[in-house]
């Protein structure tokens, strides 16, 4: 469509689906952790928009932690490789920790964070997440809330970013392969 920048093959899902598919998940979890304390916690940089919408719909009791980890850098391919480049604030022993990210491709960031937050005596850790690919996974992750599946194409916009650009756009969109080809 003539609107569309040429950096963008296609709007994938607008910001609308994104936020009616983001209350539907909400009422879930509503439901699910009824009468328990709830930790949120957001994956640096890219959870950002979900975290941010996502947590408005829920009671005010929840608490909202961060956690930075990279496995991207300037890359459209993940390496494999997890780093932790920012870790919790809070102790998570014994909480009921609820992951928001934005996508799970290879699973491979996911996987280890499950893990890792296991390792730190959770009382339960489950996984909410806007998008999968279910063409790129590579590691089995179980994820409870789970957005939309998605094609296994570079997408971009809510806080998904090509070389930490574009993460501003409103709308879920497939980066045009001439950008990093
Ligand atoms: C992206 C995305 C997920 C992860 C998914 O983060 O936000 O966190 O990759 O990929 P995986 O399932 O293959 O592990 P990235 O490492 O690009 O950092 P960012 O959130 O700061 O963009
Ligand atoms: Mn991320
Ligand atoms: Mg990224």
Known sequence: ?????????????????????????AQLVVA?????????VGVLKGAVMVMADFARHLPRHIT?????????GASTRSSGVVQIRKDLDTDITGKHVLIVEDIIDSG??????????????????EVLALLRKPDA??????????GFDIPNDFVIGY??????????LR????????VYS
């Open 108 to 125: 491979l960031t996911l996987s280890w964070l499950l893990e890792n937050f296991a390792s730190r005596g959770a009382e339960s850790v």
């Open 171 to 178: 709308d879920v969109a497939v980066l045009a392969p001439h």
């Open 159 to 168: 806080g998904l970013d090509y070389a930490e650009k574009y993460r501003n």
């Open 1 to 25: 469509a003539a609107d569309i920048p040429d950096d963008i093959s296609e709007v994938l899902l607008t910001e609308e689906q994104i936020h009616e598919k983001l209350a539907e998940l």
């Open 32 to 40: 699910d952790y009824a009468g328990k304390e709830v930790v949120l």
């Open 137 to 146: 996974m590579k590691v089995e992750v179980d994820c409870r809330y789970v």
């Open 64 to 72: 909202m932690d961060w956690m930075a980890v990279s496995s991207y």
